[in-house]
């Protein structure tokens, strides 16, 4: 009896796992993935003018106390990254930069109170289309609107309501990112650039001075 229990305990494990590897023999798998997986390495890059680093010049007449000096022409910064989405920062230096001799002025973070040794810079951007001299006059409202801050040594974002000039549109063109909410601009795109100076209430100074106005690129 002992053996014909086990011999049907057998029997039973064996029909059991013939179940189970039927079973297993009967799942399918469809459709099947190969992943691709594209490493990226970032490369964020700026121009303004085409160069990493360009010049414009302005003569200030030191007997016109916080005088207001505005770009010349207008300049052009690029995204030449290649392919990557960038945001741009604008920042200033927190000393400018003589070109002889160590007398400096410190930036300001209020336009419209300038002390002695001190200046402050705005900026604002405009439609790539913004033609040569197409910059606001230095008495223009422009720079009062809130979208043209001062620029200081702590970078500020790019966006639709900051540094973005609502009349640079010109040509259909516009003065806002290329995605307005996140600031974003894409591979190849550009806009003009313009700023204006508040020169200091009293100075020192003699030799020129190098305000650095510094675009950089950063993760969108």
């Known amino acids: 009896m002992k053996t014909n229990k086990m011999t049907k305990a057998w029997g039973l494990a064996l ?28 490369n964020l ?8 680093s360009s010049t414009q010049t302005v003569p200030w007449n030191a007997a016109n106390p916080n005088d207001r000096l505005v770009s010349p022409s207008s300049a052009t910064v690029r995204n030449d990254s290649g392919a990557q989405t960038e945001r741009w ?26 002390g002695a040794e001190q200046f402050a810079l705005q900026a604002v951007f405009g439609s790539s289309n913004t033609a ?15 979208a043209s801050e001062e620029v200081t040594n702590v970078p ?18 516009t003065p806002n990112p290329d995605v307005a909410g996140s600031g974003r601009m894409f591979a190849g795109s550009k806009r003009a650039l313009c700023w204006r100076v508040i ?9 020129t001075q190098n305000v650095q106005l510094t675009v950089t690129a950063i993760a969108p």
């Not at 890059?45 to 990493?52: K, M, Q």
């Not at 000393?95 to 336009?111: E, Q």
């Not at 020169?199 to 030799?207: D, F, Q, R």
């Open 89 to 114: 920062q604008l920042s200033t230096n927190l000393n400018s930069i003589p070109a002889s001799g160590t007398d400096v002025w410190t930036v300001s973070t209020d336009s419209s109170s300038v």
């Open 199 to 207: 020169t200091p209430a009293s100075t020192v100074a003699s030799a």
């Open 45 to 52: 890059s700026v121009l303004v003018n085409e160069f990493a």
């Open 132 to 146: 040569a001299g197409g910059c606001p006059a230095f008495n223009s409202g422009d720079w009062d609107e809130a």
């Open 156 to 173: 500020a974002t790019y966006t639709s309501t900051r540094f973005a000039d609502a009349s640079l549109t010109n040509l259909g063109g």
């Open 15 to 42: 029909g059991l796992l013939a179940i189970a590897a039927s079973s297993a023999q009967a799942v399918t798998t469809n459709p099947a993935r190969l992943n691709i997986e594209v490493t990226i390495t970032q």
